[in-house]
């Protein structure tokens, strides 16, 4: 149980265009996602926390406008990159916290790898 | 300022051997300790999960250890196999649960 998948897997883009990652938890709801990058040989960081059908909120030098964040439902929550460049490639991860249950532990899913050529 | 560190940065050992990884914390007030494992490319799993008041908890063949008044885990891995080869990551929760503390992570490589 308490899986969370994202999609795409992987994808690359050209400069400037716009990317969209899902997030969604499999077999429970979740009212808050999270949204971390990790550069490669480092930890997560946190993005940003999704919360369903109310705006997210950014950590500190996080630019709101380029990562937008929608949370439409309490099984999806969207992460698009808008007007990507390359030092936007990184590797993206959500996680996703129970409405009801294990409330106290976030459910990571698998990353999606962005490439921004 | 809420840190977590980690050692070592990497570690290589021996298909079947013993490893134990450290992780040191400042974060407060404290919530719980996780220790995940993240293959490359791949999301972190949840290994153990730890409160103030427990001190070891076992998963199969991982152990973490917590000592709260010195603010330190441990993570020991027996008989290691050439698929716990990963980055084992040290996650302190600050509070509410929502607010994670990333360590760094130490990256393990088990060698036939």
């Known amino acids: 149980g308490a899986v969370v998948s994202q999609h795409p897997s992987r994808v690359i883009c050209k400069s400037g265009t716009s990317v969209k990652i899902e997030c969604r938890s499999l077999d429970f709801q979740a009212t808050t996602m999270f949204w971390y990058r990790q550069f490669p040989k480092k930890s997560l960081m946190l993005m940003a926390t999704s919360n369903e059908g109310s705006k997210a909120t950014y950590e500190q030098g996080v630019e709101k406008d380029k990562f937008l964040i929608n949370h439409a439902s309490l099984t999806l929550s969207t992460l698009t990159v808008t007007s990507a460049h390359p030092e936007d490639s990184s590797f993206y991860i959500c996680?996703?916290?129970?409405?009801?249950?294990?409330?106290?532990?976030?459910?990571f899913g698998p990353g999606t790898r962005l490439t921004v050529l | 300022k809420n840190q977590v560190e980690q050692s070592p940065q990497s570690l290589i050992i021996l298909e079947g051997k013993n490893c134990t990884l450290q992780?040191?914390?400042?974060?407060?007030?404290?919530?719980?300790l996780r220790w995940y494992k993240q293959d490359t490319g791949r999301g972190p799993v949840s290994l153990t999960i730890?409160?103030?008041?427990?001190n070891t908890k076992s998963n199969g063949r991982y152990t973490a250890t917590l000592d709260a008044d010195t603010k330190q885990s441990s993570l020991h891995i027996t008989a290691s196999q050439l698929s716990d080869s990963a980055s084992y990551i040290c996650v302190v929760a600050d509070e509410g649960f929502q607010k994670l503390v990333f360590g760094t992570g130490t990256r393990l490589l088990v060698s036939p």
């Open positions: 992780c040191n914390y400042t974060v407060s007030p404290f919530s719980n």
């Open positions: 996680s996703a916290l129970p409405l009801a249950g294990n409330t106290d532990t976030q459910y």
């Open positions: 730890m409160t103030f008041s427990e």
